[in-house]
């Protein structure tokens, strides 16, 4: 069974999130789920800071034009991925950066007025790109307004020319 990451007054009055990606660890490299139930769980719910780096991390891998019904969500940063364009760590930033203004543009827009400054994105910064045979790690870290941070590590699939 799935817990709370915390304690639950800490998410009274609060909006909360499904947990997408299970077994994530605050410190550390940690292999991840994608699913939002796991067999015999329940699930679980985040808010605060783990709720702005999943939605983070969902839009940056949503491929633009990917959104039935929405064709502006998403980012070109999967998009140039899967069509081979990463040849190298400038080409997988400049992907990044420019990913990164739709990223922030779509947040705000999304943003309620009552959402508490631990959920609102301040910024997200491309630390580390790692090139491997068939996969590019990238690391960011996502601060939110509140000053609150997370290190968010993604291996990516890609065919490398």
Do not use: H
């Not at 605050?26 to 329940?42: C, I, N, Y």
């Amino acid at each position: 069974m799935a817990l709370l990451s915390a304690q639950p007054y800490q998410y009274a009055g609060r909006s909360v999130d499904i947990l997408m990606f299970d077994d994530f660890r605050e410190r550390g490299d940690t292999l991840v789920t994608q699913a939002l139930v796991l067999p015999g769980q329940r699930g679980a719910v985040i808010a605060g800071i783990e709720k702005l780096a999943q939605r983070f991390v969902i839009e940056l891998l949503t491929e633009q034009g990917s959104v039935l019904g929405d064709p502006t969500r998403g980012c070109p940063f999967m998009t140039d991925a899967n069509r081979n364009r990463w040849n190298s760590q400038q080409d997988v930033n400049s992907s990044f950066n420019l990913s990164l203004v739709l990223i922030q543009s779509r947040m705000v827009q999304d943003q309620l007025p009552t959402d508490p400054p631990d959920e609102r994105l301040r910024s997200a910064t491309l630390t580390e790109i790692i090139f491997t045979r068939d996969r590019v790690a990238i690391t960011i870290e996502i601060q939110s307004v509140a000053g609150t941070d997370r290190v968010v590590l993604l291996p990516l699939r890609t065919t490398l020319r």
